[in-house]
């Protein structure tokens, strides 16, 4: 058996990121940039007023005096002339300052009589203006490739004048469910039967990752059956199978695979819940084998496809983030395999996050999953904890999970 760390390694070394496309703006929330977001013009274009008031000589604009008002420059309709000795024009915050002004005068600053203004404070140089290029300049790069785009980004193109951007493109995800004991949702249950929950689960993480799922139909156990599956899933980025990944007689995976190219990696993890897990190629396609295990399946997931949906994407290799935490129960010492526990998390009137672990751990137990927050550490060979002790957790609801 390997690491968690080493197979996660393994497996985000072998990906690449997805090609590319050029979309338009109102649809590249969310995306990777695949090529750098550079100004296409500069911002504030010239001086422009930051408030609303007056555009005055500082030198002139001092406690009691008096400026003949001889223009306004509202946003948008720029003062055509230029302001000369003692005299001020109207303008609105956003305003072009008009040539000969050096200072505003705000309003809250001035009183104003038929075409005259009175200045009840002096004014500084400068102040109230914004300089051009005071938030960028053209040609100067905004946002670098390689970023997943917020609103705040998609503002700051817009603002820039870019109407498209290049990102990556979405990864196509094959997810294909294996076993002769699963049925749709909604179908009737066979004798020793149980429900099919991997590949939704799965295609909704997939979905919160940013990809596209592409769900095939269940594979029954047949080496045949599952061999015609994986191929329809040949073009996808990545392929995911849920069952069929250990070394039972109806683990038939790598039985079916083989002959059509597959190559093995790895296929066995020293965690908890999971430990069977197959990492491979078919022909040029990733693929990643998970647990027929309901429990198990999303937990691996969570620490191994959401990080592989991530590099596909275009972004850098990454494992789940952790997140610190005191224990709000004892936790036993752990064995030789990593354990991600599944765990309430809440934060305490000090602000302190505090994870507690479920008093049942069985893989077979998705109410408990889903009645989680949070996934809790164990490295191997980790000692007991008393409740308060530090503690890792990946919070799902960071993951959008």
Same mark, same amino acid.
């Given at each position: 058996?390997?690491?968690?760390?080493?197979?996660?390694?393994?497996?985000? *070394? +072998?990906?690449?990121? %997805?090609?590319?496309?050029?979309? /338009?703006?109102?649809? #590249? =929330?969310? @995306? $990777?940039?695949? &090529?750098?977001?550079?100004?296409?013009?500069?911002?504030?274009?010239?001086?422009?007023? *930051? +408030?609303?008031?007056? %555009?005055?000589?500082?030198?002139? /604009?001092?406690?009691? #005096? =008096?400026? @003949? $008002?001889?223009? &306004?420059?509202?946003?948008?309709?720029?003062?055509?002339?230029?302001?000369?000795?003692?005299?001020?024009?109207?303008?609105?915050?956003?305003?072009?300052?008009?040539?000969?002004?050096?200072?505003?005068?705000?309003?809250?600053?001035?009183?104003?009589?038929?075409?005259?203004?009175?200045?009840?404070?002096?004014?500084?140089?400068?102040?109230?203006?914004?300089?051009?290029?005071?938030?960028?300049?053209?040609?100067?790069?905004?946002?670098?490739?390689?970023?997943?785009?917020?609103?705040?980004?998609?503002?700051?193109?817009?603002?820039?004048?870019?109407?498209?951007?290049?990102?990556?493109?979405?990864?196509?995800?094959?997810?294909?469910?294996?076993?002769?004991?699963?049925?749709?949702?909604?179908?009737?249950?066979?004798?020793?039967?149980?429900?099919?929950?991997?590949?939704?689960?799965?295609?909704?993480?997939?979905?919160?990752?940013?990809?596209?799922?592409?769900?095939?139909?269940?594979?029954?156990?047949?080496?045949?059956?599952?061999?015609?599956?994986?191929?329809?899933?040949?073009?996808?980025?990545?392929?995911?199978?849920?069952?069929?990944?250990?070394?039972?007689?109806?683990?038939?995976?790598?039985?079916?695979?083989?002959?059509?190219?597959?190559?093995?990696?790895?296929?066995?993890?020293?965690?908890?819940?999971?430990?069977?897990?197959?990492?491979?190629?078919?022909?040029?396609?990733?693929?990643?084998?998970?647990?027929?295990?309901?429990?198990?399946?999303?937990?691996?997931?969570?620490?191994?496809?959401?990080?592989?949906?991530?590099?596909?994407?275009?972004?850098?290799?990454?494992?789940?983030?952790?997140?610190?935490?005191?224990?709000?129960?004892?936790?036993?010492?752990?064995?030789?395999?990593?354990?991600?526990?599944?765990?309430?998390?809440?934060?305490?009137?000090?602000?302190?996050?505090?994870?507690?672990?479920?008093?049942?751990?069985?893989?077979?137990?998705?109410?408990?999953?889903?009645?989680?927050?949070?996934?809790?550490?164990?490295?191997?060979?980790?000692?007991?904890?008393?409740?308060?002790?530090?503690?890792?957790?990946?919070?799902?609801?960071?993951?959008?999970?």
């Amino acid at each position: 058996m390997i690491s968690v760390e080493e197979a996660r390694s393994r497996i985000l *070394a +072998m990906l690449k990121p %997805a090609g590319t496309e050029t979309v /338009a703006l109102a649809e #590249a =929330w969310n @995306r $990777v940039l695949a &090529a750098p977001v550079a100004a296409r013009l500069t911002q504030p274009p010239a001086d422009v007023s *930051a +408030m609303d008031g007056y %555009a005055v000589r500082a030198a002139e /604009a001092v406690e009691g #005096a =008096w400026l @003949r $008002v001889v223009g &306004a420059a509202p946003a948008g309709h720029p003062f055509a002339g230029s302001v000369g000795a003692g005299e001020a024009v109207r303008i609105f915050t956003g305003g072009l300052v008009p040539a000969g002004a050096d200072g505003i005068l705000l309003q809250e600053d001035a009183e104003a009589a038929e075409h005259r203004v009175l200045v009840r404070e002096t004014v500084q140089p400068g102040r109230w203006i914004r300089r051009a290029g005071l938030d960028f300049t053209a040609g100067e790069t905004l946002v670098a490739p390689g970023r997943r785009l917020t609103a705040r980004d998609i503002g700051l193109a817009a603002a820039s004048n870019h109407p498209w951007l290049t990102v990556h493109r979405r990864p196509r995800i094959g997810i294909l469910a294996t076993g002769d004991e699963i049925v749709l949702p909604g179908e009737p249950l066979p004798p020793g039967g149980i429900v099919s929950s991997n590949a939704h689960a799965l295609a909704a993480l997939v979905r919160a990752a940013g990809a596209e799922p592409l769900v095939l139909p269940i594979a029954r156990d047949d080496t045949a059956a599952i061999g015609a599956a994986a191929e329809a899933a040949r073009f996808c980025d990545l392929m995911v199978t849920t069952g069929g990944a250990s070394v039972g007689e109806h683990d038939l995976v790598q039985q079916a695979l083989g002959p059509r190219g597959f190559t093995l990696d790895f296929w066995k993890i020293a965690m908890r819940p999971g430990k069977p897990l197959i990492w491979g190629h078919l022909g040029e396609t990733p693929l990643l084998g998970l647990p027929g295990n309901p429990v198990s399946a999303l937990v691996c997931g969570v620490i191994f496809l959401w990080p592989a949906l991530a590099v596909l994407a275009g972004l850098p290799p990454a494992a789940p983030p952790l997140r610190r935490a005191i224990a709000g129960a004892d936790l036993p010492a752990n064995d030789r395999r990593e354990d991600y526990m599944r765990a309430r998390l809440h934060q305490a009137p000090d602000g302190q996050w505090v994870a507690t672990a479920a008093n049942r751990q069985d893989s077979s137990m998705l109410r408990v999953l889903a009645e989680s927050g949070a996934l809790l550490r164990r490295t191997p060979h980790a000692p007991p904890l008393a409740a308060g002790a530090p503690v890792e957790v990946i919070s799902l609801s960071d993951l959008g999970l």
